[in-house]
């Protein structure tokens, strides 16, 4: 008789709670006020505001021009600073890297970029082999 009871009320719970959800009439840029009743609940939605679909969520002053990256081919060492031959910071692997936009040419006419790492950024010399995708 428990199991029957907990089951009338479960499914008394959930007609008043989709008749709850089915008050709001949904006009495009006002505010709606809806009165319904059901026979176990009285529902009533006031003050709800709906947005047009057509209003732009990003707008042109959002949009940021992407972004070089380059597809290594081989393991690449980079250092914290441009033009540092000393000990590299760390290695890339054969990989696609993600560049800031910054370039450098060094005394010897090589070209560093900036690129995103794990440590943050850093410069790699651009190698030979590499690919370099501008957008």
Known sequence: ???LASLTVAMGLMASIAATA???EVTTGTTATTKTTSSD????VTGATYLNPADPV???ADIKPATPQIILTKTTAFHL???SMATPAGWLSAQ???TTGVIMKDAMGNEWREVYTWLG???IKVPSSAYVINP
């Open 1 to 3: 008789m428990k199991k």
């Open 22 to 24: 089915s008050a709001a």
């Open 41 to 44: 609940a009285v529902a009533t």
């Open 58 to 60: 990003i707008t042109p």
């Open 81 to 83: 600073s441009m033009g």
């Open 96 to 98: 696609t890297v993600d």
């Open 121 to 123: 950024t850093a410069w």
